[in-house]
């Protein structure tokens, strides 16, 4: 097995749009499989307040590229959403129809989606990149070979990731804010941000047993 990792500026998808208008919130894509011709989406989204997330909900099921958004789950600033993609051209049916497979989430986030793909050829690559370019500027992150994707959370995620559940990131009503911990952790508050995101990616996948 080949991995594949690639970013994209998704022209006109609705998951690019609501990064790009809404860099602070976390979304991530954890599943995509085709649909009656288009794409079905499992969105999670997690905000800093249940206002922003109400925002970002609506603006969701107002897109011109979304047929229909159901929320699954919605609790404080954090909610699951089922998509059905209104254009029949999705990303998730040119992977497949190049032999490729999701590895993970993907991670839609400043206005570019973050691909972890697998692909059973490696001579696919080439062909696949070309045929996304087609929806937007494609940047190839790597292309290794691989059995499985690397499952072990950073050090710098998993210091991130033990602060937000010391200081009741996840409690409900929440605790503390993504801006509390990048006080006390002394980073970016974009920072925190980008490995919590990628940590959770991996612990709610399985991908990691302990810290």
């Given amino acids: 097995m080949f991995r594949l990792s690639f970013d994209i500026a998704h022209r006109g998808c609705w998951a690019t749009d609501l990064s790009a208008r809404w860099p602070s919130v976390s979304f991530a894509l954890r599943s995509s499989v085709p649909f009656e011709g288009r794409a079905r989406d499992v969105l999670s989204v997690r905000a800093e307040s249940a206002e922003t997330l109400?925002?970002?909900?609506?603006?969701?099921?107002?897109h011109p590229g979304v047929k229909a958004a159901v929320a699954l789950?919605?609790?404080?600033?954090?909610?699951?959403?089922?998509?059905?993609?209104?254009?029949?051209?999705?990303?998730?049916?040119?992977?497949?129809?190049?032999?490729?497979?999701?590895?993970?989430?993907?991670?839609?986030?400043?206005?570019?989606?973050?691909?972890?793909?697998?692909?059973?050829?490696?001579?696919?690559?080439?062909?696949?990149?070309?045929?996304?370019?087609a929806h937007g500027p494609v940047r190839m992150q790597s292309l290794v070979r691989d059995t499985f994707p690397d499952l072990r959370l950073t050090d710098a995620q998993r210091r991130v990731l033990k602060a937000a559940i010391?200081?009741?990131?996840?409690?409900?009503?929440?605790?503390?804010?993504?801006?509390?911990?990048?006080?006390?952790?002394?980073?970016?508050?974009?920072?925190?941000?980008?490995?919590?995101?990628?940590?959770?990616a991996k612990v709610i996948l399985g991908q990691e047993g302990r810290f």
């Fill in 54 to 62: 109400a925002a970002v909900a609506k603006t969701l099921q107002e």
């Fill in 73 to 133: 789950d919605e609790e404080g600033g954090t909610g699951f959403y089922l998509v059905e993609n209104r254009s029949q051209e999705s990303l998730i049916e040119v992977i497949t129809a190049h032999d490729g497979f999701l590895l993970g989430p993907t991670l839609p986030s400043a206005g570019i989606e973050h691909w972890t793909i697998g692909l059973a050829y490696r001579d696919r690559a080439k062909g696949l990149l070309e045929a996304l370019g």
């Fill in 166 to 200: 010391a200081d009741g990131y996840y409690d409900f009503p929440r605790r503390t804010s993504p801006t509390d911990l990048a006080k006390r952790l002394g980073l970016a508050k974009s920072t925190v941000l980008e490995h919590l995101q990628k940590a959770e």
